[in-house]
């Protein structure tokens, strides 16, 4: 407990306390907290996040090391430091790129300041959205059309529309099953939905290597569980030899369900965001197979 005394004792006599506070002051105070909410804002909608959450757990074990003077673990952690520094550049090299991108882009400031565009977005999708695509599943199951559409949450999914061809379209049950239809341009590959909107189309998608899948799951399962895993997006894939209809969402897939509990997981999707950390609790009901 000493020694815990003796950090904070330390550490806070270096708190600079003003005596008074200026205009300049309060105008830093928020230029501060706005780049530091947008700085937070963007990492949660990029895979950086989960990558940063494992740095902050370190950064606390370290502070405990510190606190409780693990002087080994200190040393190690001192040695290594000059090393980490390049390493979280290389790790996070895409979306600094991205971040240095947007400022030059001419969005950036109504982005940066929540009053100058701020919208409430309400629901993810509408009711039409969901019926379209439950019927689109369907109907592309009856004549076992094999379909792919990644239904985006809150990472987005720049990088794999980047692969595809763009689209921005509304989305239609007539379209999408055009999309799909074999011999077509666009048939192969998945679909990106983002709100109410095809995205794009013959977009890749990593594979899973999970060694556990059944072996009689093709590609398109693959696929649907490899974005699965690394995003916290919802997948619904149509199988081309079966005609089964199954959804994939945090490396877990769901086989052969029916045309109401699709729409039931839709609707839930609409109205609020999936916790893929928490997603037995939102599957409770359904079944995996």
Not at 243 to 269: C, H, M, P, Q, W
Request: charge should be positive.
């Amino acid at each position: 407990m000493q020694s815990i005394k003796n950090f904070f004792d330390e550490y806070l006599s270096n708190f600079y306390i003003p005596k008074s506070l200026h205009v300049s002051n309060v105008f830093e105070i928020i230029i501060l907290a706005v780049l530091i909410y947008e700085f937070i804002a963007w990492v949660k909608t990029t895979r950086a996040f989960t990558l940063l959450k494992g740095i902050i757990v370190l950064l606390i074990f370290w502070l405990l090391a510190y606190i409780f003077n693990f002087t080994t673990i200190l040393w190690l952690g001192g040695k290594i430091i000059n090393f980490a520094i390049i390493a979280l550049v290389v790790i996070f090299q895409p979306e600094l790129r991205k971040a240095l991108e947007q400022l030059g882009q001419k969005r950036f400031f109504s982005k940066i300041l929540p009053f100058a565009e701020k919208k409430d977005k309400g629901e993810r999708f509408s009711d039409k959205t969901v019926n379209e695509l439950v019927k689109t599943c369907f109907e592309l199951s009856k004549t076992k059309t094999g379909a792919l559409i990644v239904i985006e949450q809150e990472i987005l999914l720049t990088d794999y529309e980047k692969t595809g061809i763009p689209i921005d379209a509304v989305i239609s049950s007539q379209l999408l099953i055009n999309i799909f239809e074999h011999n077509t341009p666009l048939h192969d590959g998945a679909v990106i939905i983002r709100g109410d909107r095809i995205v794009a189309a013959t977009c890749y998608l990593p594979l899973s290597d999970n060694m556990s899948i059944s072996k009689e799951l093709g590609t398109r399962h693959r696929a649907a569980l490899g974005i699965s895993e690394v995003t916290d997006t919802m997948t619904l894939v149509v199988s081309e030899e079966t005609g089964g209809v199954s959804i994939a969402i945090a490396g877990e897939l769901f086989r052969n369900i029916d045309a109401d509990y699709l729409k039931s997981k839709l609707t839930f999707l609409q109205k609020k965001t999936i916790d893929v950390t928490r997603y037995k609790l939102w599957r409770k009901g359904g079944s995996k197979k």
